[in-house]
């Protein structure tokens, strides 16, 4: 019998699917004007191991290419073994307040003399040059990120030429289709360059070309990547004739080109591959297809991903026009879906800079066209590694992070040597900068590199996967980097002599200093050191519990979590970010390290440390909004921790503002790239992670819906987002912020605890209960802060939080569950 509840249901269900969903004009970065001569204006394609970036030029287009393993230098070591002996004097002058002294002799005794990290290089760039091309009209280019595929087309003597380009995920080869509508129309000429010295470019018959190099020497290190891109053409009538380094296209239908680049890289202490015979055996296996199955098993790869997740806010007259003008317009304009648009790229970044089985993105993704690019384009692991990553778990991603989890157990071998020679520890460390031949010795100046968290930090990716995943074989896989992570702790903690801690001597908060300490960023005991290694204590103790090993580890463990300092509010209302009360709050640095402990750790909540949390927002009111763009990414991410959607979406504007407006801040370029500036593409994947925090969090114990709507995005609907504990957020549609529809599936099974903004009622069956004791669902234990100190000039009060309502469900796997409004 069909009731009218059901009916009711039903039209409730089916709503968001027929007034909402994301349409291709909402997913495509378009432009009327080509790129120039500008790196950051062209448009960046890539399949996790090349990348290009396609300018879109009509007489003369240029694909710049980037293949992950082409990095200077070759398998090598940092350390500085004089660190051991140095260490106790490095102490002994930072707990007498020394600073300045203790960051001199670090840079003497601790910093390495060896290389700072290598470079990741680009290979060169394709160039198509179209005779007679100038006097064009009806320009126009775009990005389609619902396919991964650009375009570029515009009209000559009446005829319209059209160019399309993909990197593709199931070939591995660029691919770039050349046509018109009218027969014989098509003639250019396809040669490569590179800024290598002493490369190879040669013709190889009449259809291909080939690039040979080898990467730079730098800093004392040989470089010995070996690098071969072969470019070869197929074409539809018309003639192909030669040069010595270029080939020749003429009065052809069309043109096909494909481009495969290899090098000799196996892994970080392997360079015994043969690049020329990899290349060759991608392009030879590709070229085999016609261009329309490339192009569709390309599409079917990428959708299979990029499908898996719908944003929509909404749509308004300012969609309609070019991107770059939407940008310029954005902060003073009401433009729903560029948000949404710049949330989906973010995630279209990730599925063409990071694949199985490939490099991480680095600093720049995927994409890189100098040769000395800005910090080496190297991987920053004080926040900006870890940032780029932060969109993986939670906009269902999740095989995407392997990359960086398989790069974190490389740095757990090679960090045991660093633990061991420069500080006579256990297990494994690294310290705030990596790269291809994972170095984990400390660079750049104690300032900087003394930070010793690299590995801390980057092991809790490991756990995150496994809480978002459940996965106990892949857990049963990592632990040894988890306990590795903690034994270096366990040997490096040492007591300070005037407070009744252990604390990291010498540690800092990432490149920040207070005018107190002489301007040194050494310290003992920082906020963010003590956070980090309680995160590193509580995965390592937990997962030994799940795993039943190593009982007594863990207990060792638990008695020196008992040490650690606790969190502390300093006189100006703030969480202190040392252990002495020196933050001013005229200190607008663009790291705010000490509230990693809001995000992405959970020690700071507002239901059960609502001081700490009270004293986080003041800390992130006095840094203020406007800084570099990964800061502004981070920002969006705490603000909507705060549960605060209007100064999140705040921050979106601020990150969404052309790059130069700024005033001494970041921004975003009109390829939608995020500025530091220059480029860096960690602010894209924060703020992409930020838009989700907004929508869905689920690291506090529950998976909560809607915690920071702004007022500007009131009403709309996603699908496919997750949670903790393998809940998929399949459906979710909300109006004046309020909750009306949420369809959750649960993959693993177990107790689905939810924190919504409005009353709900379970559709079907099921039995929705009042929340009584802790979350039974052991991904989703929380272990508990301690109680902060706070300071007697503090005058803190408590944050009002919006009412929610808390429900338990007990889940079946791969049931699929449905909550509406209760009327």
């Not at 519990?545 to 650690?564: N, T, V, Y």
């Not at 944050?799 to 429900?807: R, S, V």
Request: proline share 5%; with cysteine.
């Amino acid at each position: 019998m069909v009731t009218l509840k059901k009916v009711i249901c039903t039209a409730i269900l089916l709503a968001p699917f027929l007034f909402f969903g994301q349409q291709n004009s909402d997913l495509k970065l378009w432009y009327d004007e080509p790129s120039g001569e500008v790196w950051e204006n062209a448009l960046p394609i890539g399949n996790g191991r090349i990348g290009a970036m396609v300018y879109g030029n009509v007489d003369k287009d240029i694909f710049q290419l980037n293949e992950h393993t082409v990095w200077s230098g070759s398998p090598n070591r940092n350390d500085n073994p004089d660190a051991l002996e140095a260490l106790p004097e490095v102490r002994e002058l930072i707990f007498k307040g020394e600073y300045k002294a203790a960051e001199e002799l670090a840079n003497e005794k601790i910093i390495t003399k060896k290389s700072h990290g290598q470079m990741f290089q680009p290979v060169g760039n394709l160039e198509l040059s179209f005779p007679n091309h100038h006097n064009y009209q009806d320009y126009y280019r775009e990005l389609d990120i619902s396919k991964a595929i650009s375009k570029t087309s515009y009209q000559l003597n009446g005829v319209t030429y059209t160019r399309e380009a993909f990197v593709s995920l199931a070939d591995r080869v660029l691919v770039i289709k050349i046509s018109a509508d009218e027969p014989g129309k098509v003639s250019f000429t396809a040669n490569f360059t590179t800024p290598h010295l002493e490369p190879r470019i040669e013709t190889q018959g009449n259809d291909q070309l080939s690039l040979w190099g080898k990467t730079s020497d730098h800093e004392g290190v040989e470089g010995k990547v070996e690098f071969n891109a072969l470019a070869r053409i197929k074409t539809t009538n018309g003639t192909v004739t030669q040069t010595n380094s270029s080939v020749e296209v003429k009065n052809a239908d069309e043109a096909v080109i494909m481009v495969s680049i290899a090098t000799n890289f196996n892994s970080y202490h392997d360079l015994s591959g043969d690049e020329t015979e990899r290349a060759k055996a991608y392009l030879d296996a590709a070229f085999e297809k016609d261009y329309d199955q490339l192009k569709s098993d390309h599409i079917k790869k990428y959708q299979k991903l990029f499908d898996r997740v719908v944003l929509d806010f909404g749509s308004s007259e300012a969609s309609k026009l070019p991107t770059d003008e939407r940008l310029a317009n954005f902060r003073n304009t009401n433009d729903p879906s560029f948000v949404s648009l710049y949330f989906q790229f973010g995630r279209y970044l990730l599925i063409s800079s990071s694949q199985p089985g490939g490099q991480p993105a680095n600093l720049q993704g995927i994409w890189n066209g100098r040769m000395k690019p800005a910090w080496d384009s190297k991987y920053t692991i004080n926040i900006n590694a870890e940032m780029n990553y932060w969109p993986a778990e939670r906009t269902n991603l999740s095989e995407l992070h392997e990359p960086f989890l398989t790069m974190v157990q490389e740095l757990s071998e090679t960090g045991k040597e660093t633990a061991k020679v420069m500080y006579g520890a256990r297990g494994w460390m690294a310290h705030h900068n990596t790269d291809i031949w994972r170095i984990t010795g400390p660079i750049d100046g104690a300032f900087w590199g003394i930070w010793n968290g690299g590995g801390a930090w980057t092991s809790q990716h490991l756990w995150e996967h496994y809480l978002y995943t459940g996965d106990t074989s892949f857990l049963q896989s990592i632990y040894p980097a988890l306990k590795g992570a903690a034994e270096f702790y366990a040997d490096f903690l040492v007591d300070h002599p005037n407070y009744p801690y252990l604390v990291v001597a010498p540690g800092n908060s990432p490149e920040n200093a207070p005018e107190e300490h002489q301007g040194s960023s050494i310290t003992a005991g920082s906020t963010m050191d003590n956070q980090l290694v309680l995160d590193v204590f509580n995965t390592a103790i937990k997962a030994s519990k799940i795993l039943g090993k190593d009982e007594a580890f863990a207990d060792s463990l638990k008695m020196l979590r008992k040490q650690l300092p606790p969190m502390q509010v300093g006189k100006h209302n703030q969480l202190q970010e040392w252990l002495d009360d020196v933050d001013s709050p005229e200190d607008h640095h663009r790291h705010i390290s000490h509230l990693y402990g809001l995000f992405p750790s959970n020690q700071i909540s507002p239901y059960r440390t609502p001081k700490l949390f009270a004293a986080s927002k003041n800390t992130l009111l006095q840094r203020g909004d406007v800084s570099t763009g990964w800061s502004m990414g981070w920002k969006v991410n705490w603000w909507a921790k705060m549960q605060d959607g209007n100064h999140a979406y705040k921050l979106i504007k601020d990150q969404l503002t052309p790059v130069g407006i700024n005033q001494g801040g970041g921004g975003t370029y009109n390829n939608l790239f995020d500025a530091h500036p220059p480029f860096q593409i960690d602010g894209n994947f924060g703020c992409t992670s930020g838009i989700a925090e907004m929508l869905l969090q689920s690291s506090d114990g529950s998976v909560h819906l809607l915690p920071a709507i702004p007022d500007a995005l009131k009403s709309g609907y996603v699908g496919g987002l997750k949670a903790r504990g393998d809940f998929e957020l399949v459906s979710m549609e909300w109006k004046d912020k309020k909750l009306v529809v949420a369809t959750i599936k649960s993959n693993l099974g177990g107790n689905l605890r939810l924190r919504v903004p409005n009353a709900v009622e379970l559709v079907g069956i099921g039995t929705l209960k009042k929340v009584e004791d802790e979350n039974p669902n052991p991904l989703f234990y929380v272990p508990e802060t301690a109680a902060p100190i706070i300071s007697k000039e503090a005058t803190l009060k408590n944050l009002e939080l919006a009412n929610t309502f808390l429900y338990d469900l007990e889940t079946e796997k791969g049931k699929t569950y449905t909550f509406i409004m209760e009327k």
